[in-house]
């Protein structure tokens, strides 16, 4: 396999091997004590790398060993996160320590100053892009919630894209990950270790990452997502619990709101 000299020289010949978690497209490779991360050059890329640097000192990142861009590719080389991934077995198996390690994972994010943060990720930006993702018919309409188009749903995504354009909600700015489902946040016990692939990380309202942690829930909790140590969970699991240790009443108007958002993307 082809890498950088600068990520080959700090790899050298260790053993490695590949990650099948996620859905981001990238081919992840893990080592002993570190996490090679090569993908498509792009804007989201270039922002992970960004926000990763930035959040340094800030909230639970991995360290940034290297990251180096060759033609089409981009390589990032950091250090592995200590703990368990939250959609791991062990979590799934035990609600409450799950439940406590996202509702902390929330908190943190939102404890950090956004002032100075580098990149905006609130609606303005967020629905031009998604205009840009429905134009170029970027659209994965195989990957989507099952009742967002179709009968008792919107007819397209152009359909859908005015409707968010239309029911744009008042938002509270905070640190948000963008992408906050199980396999993105690591912990130990309720102690949250470490933030991954936070590519679509930065500015944004707090109910784009309630909404799409409370979606991964709903999934891997139907059994969406199966797991031969686990087996099938059961759907019904108290979510109020969640909401209870965030401290907020669920709006699901906008849970629904930034739920539909993400079919975009």
């Known amino acids: 396999m082809f890498l950088p000299e600068k990520i080959r020289g ?3 010949d260790e053993p490695y091997q590949k990650d099948g978690i996620g859905m981001s497209g990238s081919t992840v490779l893990m080592f002993h004590d570190k996490v090679l991360k090569i993908q ?13 640097k930035y959040l340094q000192g800030r909230a639970p990142v991995p360290e940034v060993y290297a990251c180096e861009t060759e033609g089409d590719r981009m390589y990032l080389l950091m250090r592995k996160c200590t703990g368990r991934m939250a959609c791991s077995g062990a979590y799934r198996k035990d609600w409450n320590a799950l439940c406590g390690l996202l509702a902390n994972s929330l908190k943190t994010l939102w404890s950090v100053d956004v002032s100075d943060c580098p990149c905006d990720q609130r609606l303005c930006r967020k629905l031009a892009q998604a205009a840009r993702n429905v134009e170029a018919g970027l659209v994965d309409l195989d990957n989507v919630e099952p009742d967002t188009f179709g009968e008792g749903g919107f007819r397209d995504p152009e359909d859908l894209l005015q409707w968010l354009y239309d029911h744009m909600p008042e938002e509270e700015p905070v640190l948000s990950h963008g992408d906050l489902c199980l396999p993105n946040v690591f912990g130990i016990e309720e102690r949250v270790t470490g933030y991954i692939d936070l590519g679509r990380a930065g500015t944004a309202d707090k109910w784009c990452d309630i909404a799409l942690c409370c979606r991964s829930l709903f999934h891997n909790f139907s059994g969406k997502y199966s797991d031969s140590s686990v087996g099938r969970m059961p759907v019904e699991f108290d979510v109020s619990q969640f909401f209870s240790l965030l401290g907020l009443e669920p709006d699901w108007q906008k849970i629904r709101y930034y739920i539909l958002l993400d079919e975009l993307f």
């Open 10 to 12: 700090l790899v050298r």
């Open 40 to 52: 498509q050059y792009s804007e989201e890329a270039e922002n992970e790398y960004r926000m990763m």
